[in-house]
């Protein structure tokens, strides 16, 4: 995906693109005191989206679904999740 997202819902982001990928919450520490809305759980399963993102400079996981305000909104670093499936959709 060239641009980032927030905040995408699970049929928002199939229509940028045409699959899912699945990812296991491996490190749910150290919630920023500043961050607002939903926070992954360690061990559950998520459907996600990783993103470029131009401010961090790195690729950051998405929680499709999750609702959070600026400036984390739904976007979590890498290290938090493995990437296990990718299903796509025809």
Request: glycine share 4%; aromatic share 12%.
């Given at each position: 995906?060239?641009?980032?997202?927030?905040?995408?819902?699970?049929?928002?982001?199939t229509?940028?693109a045409?699959?899912v990928?699945y990812?296991?919450?491996?490190?749910?520490?150290?919630?920023?005191?500043?961050?607002v809305g939903?926070?992954p759980?360690?061990?559950?399963l998520?459907?996600v989206?990783?993103?470029?993102?131009?401010?961090?400079g790195?690729?950051?996981?998405h929680?499709?679904?999750?609702?959070?305000e600026?400036?984390?909104?739904?976007?979590?670093?890498?290290?938090?999740?493995?990437?296990?499936?990718t299903?796509?959709l025809?």
């Amino acid at each position: 995906m060239a641009h980032e997202v927030a905040n995408l819902t699970l049929a928002e982001a199939t229509a940028h693109a045409p699959f899912v990928d699945y990812a296991r919450c491996i490190d749910a520490s150290s919630r920023p005191f500043n961050h607002v809305g939903d926070w992954p759980e360690e061990g559950q399963l998520y459907p996600v989206r990783v993103v470029e993102s131009h401010l961090e400079g790195m690729p950051l996981v998405h929680v499709l679904g999750f609702q959070a305000e600026a400036p984390y909104y739904n976007a979590y670093a890498p290290h938090r999740f493995e990437l296990l499936h990718t299903v796509w959709l025809n």
